[in-house]
């Protein structure tokens, strides 16, 4: 196994993540005609690496992807975004980075985060992680394009 840790991002690393989000999340422009909120904003990864929320993948000493989180000072944290580089991917990255994450912040039981309708390889990784689609989201009713919302409670 690979060795992946994460290890939070810097004013430095804020071109890369920028990049490599866009890179990411290439197919969804493709398929729904438009990158994720703000991931074309330089603005706003400076002002998500600031929040020091937001954390590069590290695997073997490389650059494998990024996630983003929100909240974590009381009882919820909203993953942001996920992504991770495709020369990394279908290596169990993904999963391992979850499990970090969640360590990492080991006080909160309630995470949340969307993904869009039709990214069903998403939805089988956050439903085997232990995630519940829990509901929809119609950002723009003249847009058939829906987010859904999925929800896992840590039991202790």
Known sequence: MPDIYLQLASTDDIQLLQDSAL?????????YGAFP???ESIEWFKAEVSKN???KVVCDSEFAGAIC???GETTCIEIKYLYIDLK?????IGSKVMRLIESEYEHIDNWTLFT??????????YEKLGYI???????????DFKLFEYSKVRTR
């Open 69 to 71: 989180v929100e909240g």
């Open 116 to 125: 869009p309708y039709m990214s069903f390889r998403n939805h089988h990784f």
């Open 88 to 92: 990394f991917q279908n290596k169990h």
């Open 23 to 31: 890179k990411a999340f290439s197919d969804d422009y493709d398929k």
């Open 133 to 143: 689609k829990v509901g929809e989201l119609q950002p723009d009713l003249s847009d």
């Open 53 to 55: 929320k937001f954390y």
């Open 37 to 39: 909120p703000n991931i």
